[in-house]
Each structure stands twice: as structure tokens, then as C-alpha cells.
């Protein structure tokens, strides 16, 4: 069983960007697929990113151009690079992780197994 635990939340005016951060606290390389899922106020929780098994990123459209998935396999960290903020990227944003090892980048919730308690990113002027 894998442990998440999210940083770099918190609150930036529109415009803005923020840098949230996933640790694991086990090998996420070979083992696990990973991807950040957000979750707005009254709203389900949405997929926002995932990353392959090569590498390759996968964004839903909202927030393709300004977001960007990355994975650091040394550090066992996921991160996500967020910039242009919007008001509509106003949530609770989790990590999440399924076991792999074949991981196609996938950020559909129902995947997910294991999750963080995510970290408040809000956008407001």
C-alpha cells in the first residue's frame, strides 16, 4: 500500500500559478500509475491529469496549455506545474495512484485506489 501526502496548495489571485507536490512513500516507478484528481465545492471529483508508463501526460481539456504532469521516479514525487490560474480551478486537488505496471495515463477517478488528503487550491481576486 502506497502513502500520499500533498503540498503547494493555497491561494493565488487569477493569473496566478502554484506548484503542488505528491510525495509516495514507496517506489512509484515500477509499481504504481499516478495522476492528480480535483474535487470543487458541491462538484464530483474530476480527473485533471495522469502520466503513462513512457512518460507521456494526459490533461483534461480545461486545463491543457496551462497545466503540466511530471514524475520524479528518483524521489518517488509527482508534481503539477499549474499556471494561468482560473477561478474555475478552485478545489481540493488529490493524488492518486492505482497499481500498475502497465500505466496508459488514465485520470478517470474510478481507477484509483489509494489517494492523499489533498491540498485547497483557490483562485479568487
Known amino acids: 500500500q502506497v502513502h500520499l501526502v500533498e503540498s503547494g496548495g493555497g491561494s493565488v489571485q487569477p493569473g496566478g500559478s502554484l506548484r503542488l507536490s505528491c510525495q509516495a512513500s514507496?517506489?512509484?516507478?515500477?509499481?504504481?500509475?499516478m495522476a492528480w484528481i480535483r474535487q470543487a465545492p458541491g462538484k464530483e471529483r474530476e480527473g485533471v491529469a495522469g502520466?503513462?508508463?513512457?512518460?507521456?501526460?494526459n490533461y483534461e481539456e480545461s486545463v491543457k496549455g496551462r497545466f503540466t504532469i511530471s514524475k520524479d521516479n528518483a524521489n518517488n514525487t509527482l508534481d503539477l506545474q499549474m499556471n494561468n490560474l482560473k477561478p474555475d480551478d478552485t478545489a481540493m486537488y488529490y493524488c492518486?495512484?492505482?497499481?500498475?505496471?502497465?500505466?496508459?495515463?488514465?485520470?478517470?477517478?474510478?481507477?484509483?485506489?489509494?489517494w492523499g488528503r489533498g491540498t485547497q487550491v483557490t483562485v479568487s481576486s
Open positions: 492518486a495512484a492505482y497499481v500498475g505496471p502497465h500505466c496508459s495515463g488514465t485520470y478517470a477517478v474510478q481507477y484509483f485506489d489509494f
Open positions: 514507496t517506489d512509484i516507478y515500477i509499481n504504481y500509475c
Open positions: 502520466i503513462s508508463s513512457t512518460g507521456s501526460p
